[in-house]
C-alpha cells in the first residue's frame, strides 16, 4: 500500500520536512507520480520490528535490580 509524505509522518511520529528529506536523500524509497511522492509502506516493517526489540531492551535494563553494593576496603 502506498501512502503521501503526510500519512507516513504520521506513521513514523516523525516530522513531515524530515521525511522529505529522508525521500530526496534516497534514505526512505519512493516514487514519485507526477504530483506528489508516494512511499510504499511496508517497507517500514523492520524499521518497527528492530525499535519494538529496542524497546524491549531498555525495559528489560531498567527492570533489573541493581546488584548490592560491595563494600572494599581499601588497605592503603
Do not use: C
Amino acid at each position: 500500500m502506498y501512502i503521501t509524505i503526510h500519512e507516513a509522518a504520521e506513521h513514523l511520529a516523525m516530522p513531515v520536512m524530515q521525511i522529505e528529506k529522508y525521500v530526496r536523500e534516497g534514505r526512505i524509497r519512493s516514487v514519485h507520480d507526477g504530483e506528489q511522492y508516494l512511499i510504499n509502506k511496508s517497507q517500514f516493517t523492520l524499521y518497527f520490528e528492530q525499535l519494538n526489540a529496542l524497546k524491549q531492551q531498555i525495559d528489560e535494563w531498567r527492570n533489573e535490580p541493581i546488584p548490592p553494593d560491595r563494600d572494599i576496603k581499601d588497605e592503603d
